[in-house]
């Protein structure tokens, strides 16, 4: 893990999830690869198949890509911890719904998404997104602290804007 220096270096920090933590995180803690990142968005854009076979059944997989939340809207994520995460607000002024496991664009994104993608992060700076309607997902992981580092998010933006500038 990453953090930046008061000069805005990145420098290695300790880090470590407790192993017998004072309650369940839900998502906290899960780790893996970027492939494995990149399989489990490709299950979603395969209707729960992955190369093994179904994992979910494609209903599942759909209810899960649908807004779970009603008429309440995605909102500023506040940090509880500084150190950790700075607040984030992911395309600010656009509405965004939750569903079973992803937050949801409900417009398209200038240059990148479309509507009804799925996506979501981690701690390190860990992001994915899902487009069901263009077939395509990406994944970055870089591995940062705190959570929302202006930086990454800037290269999480470049990098989904150059995938769909590829596939234009």
């Known amino acids: 893990m990453h953090a930046r220096g008061s000069d805005g270096a990145l420098e290695t920090m300790p880090f470590e999830l407790p192993q017998e933590p004072e309650f369940q995180m839900g998502g906290g803690g899960l780790y893996g690869t970027a492939a494995d990142y990149l399989a489990f ?35 500023l994520l506040k940090t509880a911890i500084p150190a950790y ?16 496991g992803f937050m949801i664009s409900t417009a398209p994104v200038p240059g990148g998404r479309s509507a009804g993608s799925l996506a979501w992060a981690g701690l390190g700076n860990t992001y994915f997104w ?28 470049g990098f989904e804007k150059a995938v769909y500038a590829a596939l234009a």
Do not use: C, H, Y
Not at 41 to 50: K, P, S, T
Not at 85 to 100: H, I, Q, R, T, Y
């Open 130 to 157: 899902i487009d069901p309607a263009k077939g395509v997902a990406g994944v970055i992981l870089m591995q940062l602290i705190p959570f929302g580092d202006a930086k990454a998010l800037a290269a999480f933006d």
């Open 41 to 75: 968005a490709r299950m979603f854009l395969n209707e729960g198949r992955a190369a093994g076979g179904q994992v979910l059944k494609p209903e599942t997989a759909r209810l899960m890509a649908q807004n779970a939340m009603g008429a309440l809207d995605v909102r």
């Open 85 to 100: 995460s700075n607040d984030a607000e992911f395309f600010p002024g656009m509405v965004k719904k939750w569903g079973l």
